[in-house]
């Protein structure tokens, strides 16, 4: 089993940071893609910053210049370093990976799955 688990969510001020976290673990044999999504009320999801399976990185336009992903590989955590923080980035952050895991009994690797954590809530106001 593979499980995704995200942490620094919380309330913060206009102006404020925060800094995300979140941990991968299980039977995992590699990561392909690793970040953040958000949904914000009444919105769609959306891809806030990830690591691609080339390990370029990609931002949502309205986070550039203050939003940083960053990992740490061996830890299989990814990071989310958010400053000037606005009311409108107020969502449900979501942690997302393409994982290839597998088989604890055989050992058989599986095809890649996409796994998601069980999100933190952002909060920005003042």
């Known amino acids: 089993q593979v499980q995704l688990v995200e942490s620094g969510g919380g309330l913060v001020q206009p102006g404020g940071s925060l800094r995300l976290s979140c941990v991968a673990s299980g039977s995992i044999f590699s990561i392909n893609v690793m970040g953040w999504y958000r949904q914000a009320p009444g919105k769609q999801r959306e891809l806030v910053a990830v690591?691609?399976?080339?390990?370029?990185?990609n931002y949502l336009d309205s986070v550039k210049g203050r939003f940083t992903i960053s990992r740490d590989n061996p830890k299989k955590t990814v990071f989310l370093q958010m400053m000037s923080l606005k009311p409108e980035d107020t969502a449900v952050y979501y942690c997302?990976?393409?994982?290839?895991?597998?088989?604890?009994?055989?050992?058989?690797?599986?095809?890649?799955?996409?796994?998601w954590g069980q999100g933190t809530q952002v909060t920005v106001s003042s």
């Open positions: 997302y990976a393409e994982i290839i895991d597998y088989d604890t009994y055989d050992g058989r690797i599986k095809e890649p799955g996409d796994y």
């Open positions: 690591f691609t399976s080339d390990g370029s990185t």
